[in-house]
C-alpha cells in the first residue's frame, strides 16, 4: 500500500460513510477508507473502485499512514461513545495540525468537549453536520463544519468541492464558527425539518379529511404547489409519496403505512436546548410532540371512542377554495417555523460566542440538505441586508406575505377545530405570530401570581425597578431593587 497519498479519509463504512468516500473519490481526490470490519473495506473498494483513487487500509495505523500532512480524517460512526472510541484509537496516532472530523449527528456540547480536548492535545476537532441523506452524501450534501478557521482552510476546499451546489453555483457549504457550531446549526436544521414535515402531513390530513380529496388528488395538489412559493425538496417528495401505490394491495401507499412516527434524537434536542435558551419554537415542539402522541398507541386506543363533531362533505368548489386556505396557512406556518430556528441560532451563537452568520446559513441550505427551498434566497437576502435582524418576521417582505396569509390561515384552523382534525403546528404557528404582533400578553396576570404565591416580584410600566406587593397585610407596594 502506498504511504501518504490521500488527502482525505473516512473511517466508518457503513451507508454515509461509504457514500461520502465515494464522493471524495468522484471529485478527484485520493480517499483512504477503513473499517472495524475490514470485509467491508474490501467490498467498497471492488465494488466502486473504478469511481477514483482509495486506499484500503485494514489498521488505524495503516490509515494514517496513508493521510497526508495535515491528515483529514473523517468519523463516520454513531454518536455517543461508539464517536469516543474512535476519537481515542486515533488520536495517538497523529500529530500536531491534523484533523478529526466527525460527520455523524453528534450533541453539539460533545463537540465541545471534545474540540477542547484534542485542541489541548495540538489537534483540530472538527465537528461536521452533514445534511441530504444516502443520496446527498454521493452526489452532494449541506456541510455544516464547525472547529478552528485554521482547520477549515485545511478541510474547506475539500468540502466545498464535493458539497451540493446552490442554483447560482455556491458551494453548500462554508466554516459555521468555533467548536460545536457546526452540530448546533445541524441540530437546528433538523428541528425546523421536523416542523416542516409536521405542518405538509397536517395539509395532507386537512385536504383529505376536510377538503374529500383522494391521496392521488392530493399529490396533484402538491405538485402544483411545488411550482409556486412552496417550491421545496419535502413539497416535491410528499407528492412522490402520496402518489405511489403498494403493489401488495393496490391501495394507497399512505393507507398501508403505520401511522407512528419514530424520531431519532435531533428533533428533541433542538427543543431542551431552545428551553436552556429561553428560545420559543412552538411549532418545532408541537412537531416533536405529535410524533410522541402517534407512537403512543395505548393512549390512542383508549380515547378512540370520545366525542367528536360530525360534519358534512364539502362540495367540489368548496373543496378547492379551502384547499387554496391551506396553502396559505401551510406557507405562513412554514414562515414561523423557519423565523423559531433561525432566533434558535442567533441565540445559541449569543449564548456560546461562535459570531454565526445567519445570511450564510441560509445560503449553504440552498442545496442538498432535507429543508432546502426555494425561500432560503429570500432568507439569505433578508439577513444579508441587516445582519442584527430580530426575526424573520420584521423583515418587510416576509412580514407582508405572512399579513396576507393571515385571514386564510384562520380559517384553515377554524375547520380544522370544527371538525376535529389535530393541527397542532399550524395552531402553535398561528400562536406565535399573534403573541409577537400583541400589544400586551397575559404575562402581566402571571407575574402577579408568581409575586402573589412566592414573592418573585415584577416591574412596572410607568417606572423602573423591580417590586413586590404583601399581599398578605395592607397589600402595599414595595421596590425591592
Not at 403493489?247 to 435531533?266: R, S
Request: with cysteine.
Amino acid at each position: 500500500m502506498s504511504s501518504s497519498t490521500a488527502q482525505i479519509g473516512v473511517t466508518g463504512l457503513a451507508v454515509m460513510g461509504s457514500n461520502l468516500a465515494r464522493n471524495f473519490a468522484r471529485n478527484g481526490f485520493t480517499v483512504a477508507v477503513h473499517n472495524r470490519t475490514a470485509a467491508k473495506t474490501t467490498a467498497l473498494v471492488q465494488e466502486f473502485g473504478h469511481e477514483g483513487t482509495f486506499v484500503a487500509a485494514e489498521s488505524a495505523k495503516e490509515f494514517v499512514d496513508a493521510l497526508e500532512r495535515p491528515r483529514r480524517l473523517i468519523i463516520m460512526v454513531k454518536a455517543g461513545e461508539p464517536t469516543d472510541a474512535v476519537i481515542r484509537e486515533f488520536a495517538p496516532l497523529l500529530e500536531p495540525g491534523d484533523v478529526i472530523i466527525d460527520g455523524g449527528n453528534a450533541h453539539f456540547e460533545d463537540t465541545r468537549r471534545r474540540e477542547k480536548e484534542l485542541r489541548e492535545q495540538g489537534l483540530h476537532f472538527v465537528g461536521v453536520g452533514i445534511s441530504g441523506g444516502e443520496e446527498g452524501a454521493l452526489l452532494g450534501p449541506s456541510i455544516m463544519p464547525g472547529g478552528s478557521e485554521e482547520s477549515y482552510a485545511s478541510l474547506g476546499p475539500l468540502l466545498e468541492k464535493i458539497s451540493a451546489k446552490a442554483a447560482d453555483g455556491t458551494p453548500c457549504t462554508s466554516h459555521v464558527g468555533p467548536d460545536g457550531a457546526g452540530h448546533f446549526v445541524k441540530m437546528v436544521h433538523n428541528g425546523i425539518e421536523y416542523a416542516d414535515m409536521q405542518l405538509i402531513a397536517e395539509a395532507y390530513h386537512l385536504l383529505r379529511e376536510v377538503a374529500g380529496y383522494s391521496p392521488a388528488k392530493i399529490a396533484e395538489t402538491f405538485r402544483s404547489w411545488n411550482k409556486g412559493r412552496l417550491d421545496s425538496y419535502l413539497i416535491e417528495i410528499t407528492a412522490e409519496v402520496l402518489a405511489h401505490t403498494d403493489a401488495a394491495t393496490g391501495l394507497p401507499y399512505v393507507d398501508v403505512v403505520a401511522d407512528a412516527a419514530e424520531q431519532k434524537g435531533t428533533g428533541r434536542w433542538t427543543v431542551q436546548i431552545a428551553l436552556d435558551l429561553g428560545v420559543p419554537v412552538s411549532g418545532i415542539a408541537e412537531a416533536v410532540f405529535a410524533r410522541a402522541v402517534s407512537g403512543h398507541g395505548d393512549l390512542r386506543t383508549a380515547a378512540r371512542g370520545l366525542a367528536g363533531p360530525k360534519a358534512a362533505p364539502l362540495s367540489p368548489e368548496a373543496a378547492d377554495a379551502f384547499a387554496a386556505q391551506v396553502e396559505q396557512a401551510l406557507y405562513a406556518s412554514k414562515i414561523v417555523s423557519y423565523t423559531q430556528g433561525f432566533h434558535q441560532i442567533q441565540a445559541g451563537s449569543e449564548e456560546y460566542g461562535w459570531g454565526i452568520d445567519l445570511g450564510a446559513v441560509a445560503s449553504l441550505w440552498r442545496g442538498g440538505c432535507i429543508i432546502r427551498a426555494a425561500f432560503l434566497d429570500r432568507i439569505r437576502a433578508a439577513y444579508d441586508a441587516r445582519p442584527e435582524l430580530p426575526s424573520l418576521l420584521a423583515d418587510a417582505g416576509f412580514a407582508e406575505e405572512i399579513g396576507a396569509a393571515q385571514e386564510d390561515w384562520r380559517e384553515a384552523l377554524v375547520a380544522a377545530v370544527r371538525q376535529g382534525i389535530p393541527v397542532p403546528a399550524f395552531a402553535a404557528s398561528l400562536a406565535y405570530y399573534d403573541a409577537l404582533r400583541a400589544e400586551r400578553l397575559p404575562a402581566a396576570l402571571t407575574q402577579g401570581q408568581r409575586d402573589f404565591f412566592g414573592a418573585h416580584t415584577y416591574r412596572r410600566t410607568d417606572r423602573e425597578g423591580s417590586y413586590h406587593t404583601l399581599w398578605s397585610g395592607d397589600r402595599s407596594e414595595v421596590r425591592t431593587a
